[in-house]
C-alpha cells in the first residue's frame, strides 16, 4: 500500500458513530454496501448503512464520508433519510460476506471470512475491498476466537466472492461494464431493450444512475425516469448536475414534475424551480447554480481545496468566482473571477480578491445561445459567470452544456471511435483510462 493511502479493517468500523462537520451525531454505522465485479476484480464500497436514534436504517455514499478515523466516520452532513433498501447488485458486508467459506486460489483449501479490509484509491473518493483476513480450519464465528492459523491475503486470492463471467442478469452485465465513462454506459443502454434497460437503471446506485441519464437522449431519460419508484427518481433528480435535471424535469407532464419536486430536498427543488424559470436555450436556462463561490477574504489555498473536489467537472474546475454573502447562489454581489492558472502562480496566502479579472462582462441570464457560443470563443473560455441586474451570482454557463444544445439532436447516435483520432499520446491515454 503506497504511504498515506487510508486502509482500515471493516470490524472496526461496526457501530461506529457517524458525525457530520459541526461534531453533532448521525447515528451510527451497522453495515457496508459493496459491489461485486467479475473474476477476482476487489468490490467497489458504494456507502454505508447508517442507523439514526429513530432506528431508521438509511445508505450514506462514500462520496459523502470525508473521514474515517479514531472509531468514528465524519460525513458531509448532507443525508438522504430515506429507509435503506438493499438493491440486487448490492452485497452487505456484515449480513453477507463476513463467516463466509471462500477457498485459497493457490491451495484450494477452504478457509472462513473473518474480516475485510478497505482501501481509499489514491487521490479520489471511491474505496474499494483490496484484503481479506480468513481462518483455516473449522467454520466459526466472524468475531469468535477460535483455533486454526489465520493469514491476511489480497482479495484476488481467494475464490467464492466475485461474479461468474457467464450469465446474462442485470447484476452481472453491470459488473461487466462497471469501468465504462458515464457516456459510454449511457451508449451502451440506449441500445438495450427497454426491460433490460429499466433493470440495469434500477440496479445502478443512485450516483451512477444520474452521470448516465446525463448523457443519454431526452426519450431515454423520460422512460427510465418513469420506471423508478417516486422517491428514488426524486432522489436520481438530486443527484443530477441542477441545469440537467430541470431540463429532464421540464419535458415531464406537469402533475409528474409537481410530484417529484415536492419529494425533493427543498433547497434543491428551489434550484430547479428557478431554473426552469428561463427559457431553455438562454444563458438561465443551460446554467448550473453549482460553480465555486468564494468571499474576497479566501485565500489561494481555500480556492484550490475547492477546485481539487473530485466531484467537480474539468470546465467548473477551471475558475472560482468571488462575492459577497451569502456564498450559494443566488449570491451577494459578485466582484469577479479568479483562473485557476492564475491560482498556481501565486503563494497559498494570497487572498482571492487581489486576483480577480473583473475586465470580463458576465453573461446575463437571458443571453441567448449564439451569444454565449461567441463569449466563449471570443475569450477562450470553458465557463462562464451568469450575473443578474442587481449584481448577483446566478451560476454558470460551461462549454459542454453549449455544445450539447449547438450539435443535432441526434448527435448522440453517431459512434464515436478513438482510433479516429490522431496517434498521440494523450490520445491513447485518455482511451486507456476510464
Known amino acids: 500500500m503506497a504511504a498515506g493511502v487510508p486502509r482500515i479493517f471493516v470490524s472496526h468500523l461496526a457501530g461506529v458513530p457517524v458525525f457530520d462537520p459541526a461534531g453533532d451525531q448521525v447515528g451510527r454505522v451497522r453495515d457496508i454496501v459493496v459491489m461485486l465485479r467479475v473474476g477476482r476484480r476487489p468490490p467497489r464500497v458504494l456507502g454505508l448503512v447508517v442507523e439514526l436514534s429513530t432506528r431508521r436504517r438509511i445508505f450514506l455514499p462514500m462520496t459523502r464520508v470525508t473521514g474515517i478515523d479514531s472509531g468514528q466516520v465524519i460525513s458531509t452532513g448532507v443525508v438522504n433519510v430515506r429507509r435503506f433498501e438493499q438493491r440486487p447488485t448490492e452485497r452487505l458486508v456484515f449480513g453477507e460476506l463476513l463467516d463466509r467459506r471462500v477457498k485459497l486460489v493457490e491451495t484450494d483449501e477452504e478457509v472462513t471470512v473473518l474480516d475485510l479490509s478497505l482501501q481509499q484509491l489514491p487521490a479520489r473518493r471511491e474505496w474499494e475491498v483490496d484484503r481479506v483476513y480468513v481462518r483455516k480450519g473449522k467454520k466459526g464465528g466472524a468475531f469468535r476466537r477460535a483455533k486454526g492459523e489465520t493469514l491476511t491475503v489480497e482479495w484476488s486470492a481467494v475464490t467464492g466472492f466475485s461474479l461468474e463471467e457467464h450469465g446474462q442478469g442485470a447484476e452481472n452485465l453491470l459488473a461487466t461494464f462497471e469501468q465504462l465513462r458515464p457516456a459510454d454506459l449511457a451508449n451502451v443502454l440506449h441500445h438495450l431493450s427497454p ?174 445561445l449564439p451569444v454565449i457560443a461567441g463569449f466563449f470563443a471570443t475569450y477562450d473560455m470553458v465557463a462562464a459567470p451568469v450575473v443578474d441586474e442587481s449584481g448577483s451570482l446566478l451560476g454558470a454557463v460551461t462549454v459542454d452544456d453549449v455544445l450539447d444544445h449547438m450539435l443535432p439532436e441526434d448527435w448522440r447516435e453517431t459512434e464515436f471511435h478513438l482510433d479516429e483520432l490522431p496517434e498521440t499520446g494523450a490520445g491513447r491515454e485518455a482511451g486507456t483510462h476510464g
Request: aromatic fraction near 2%.
Open 195 to 368: 426491460k433490460r434497460r429499466a433493470e440495469v437503471a434500477a440496479a445502478l446506485d443512485d450516483d451512477r444512475l444520474a452521470d448516465v441519464l446525463e448523457e443519454l437522449p431526452e426519450d431515454d431519460q423520460i422512460e427510465i425516469l418513469g420506471k423508478l419508484k417516486e422517491e428514488r427518481a426524486a432522489d436520481v433528480l438530486e443527484a443530477m448536475d441542477p441545469d440537467d435535471a430541470a431540463d429532464l424535469l421540464g419535458e415531464l407532464p406537469e402533475d409528474d414534475k409537481e410530484r417529484l419536486l415536492s419529494l425533493m430536498e427543498p433547497e434543491d427543488a428551489a434550484d430547479m424551480r428557478r431554473l426552469m424559470s428561463y427559457e431553455e436555450h438562454t444563458a438561465g436556462g443551460l446554467m448550473t447554480t453549482e460553480p465555486i463561490v468564494l468571499r474576497p477574504d479566501a485565500t489561494v489555498a481555500d480556492a484550490l481545496a475547492r477546485v481539487r473536489n473530485p466531484d467537480l467537472s474539468p470546465a467548473l474546475a477551471a475558475q472560482v468566482y468571488v462575492c459577497r454573502p451569502p456564498d450559494e447562489t443566488p449570491t451577494g454581489k459578485y466582484l469577479g473571477t479568479v483562473h485557476f492558472q492564475r491560482l498556481l502562480r501565486d503563494p497559498p496566502y494570497t487572498l482571492v480578491s487581489s486576483q480577480l479579472d473583473d475586465d470580463l462582462q458576465p453573461l446575463s441570464p437571458d443571453a441567448t
